[in-house]
């Protein structure tokens, strides 16, 4: 794949989940496929949900009141 697109995509709704969210992402960054990307959807004000995980493949969308999987539909390269 030479042109820098991900292979697969991973839509990850974390709306009050974010005592299962350090090891949901661990385990998206510890596949031996290296080309995704991590849509994290959430409508918590948090910010900090993506920053001891800081990966250019990984961002955190704003679901505004969307149906989180809807809204990281959207998203997908």
Do not use: K
Not at 40 to 61: F, G, K, T, W
């Amino acid at each position: 794949m030479s042109n820098g697109l991900p292979l697969f995509s991973v839509i990850m709704p974390c709306h009050r989940q974010h005592d299962y969210l350090h090891g949901a992402i661990s385990s998206v960054l510890a596949q031996t496929e290296s080309r995704w990307e991590l849509l994290l959807v959430d409508d918590s004000p948090r910010q900090d949900l993506i920053i001891a995980h800081e990966d250019p493949r990984m961002r955190r969308l704003a679901s505004g009141g969307i149906r989180e999987t809807s809204c990281g539909s959207a998203m997908i390269h």
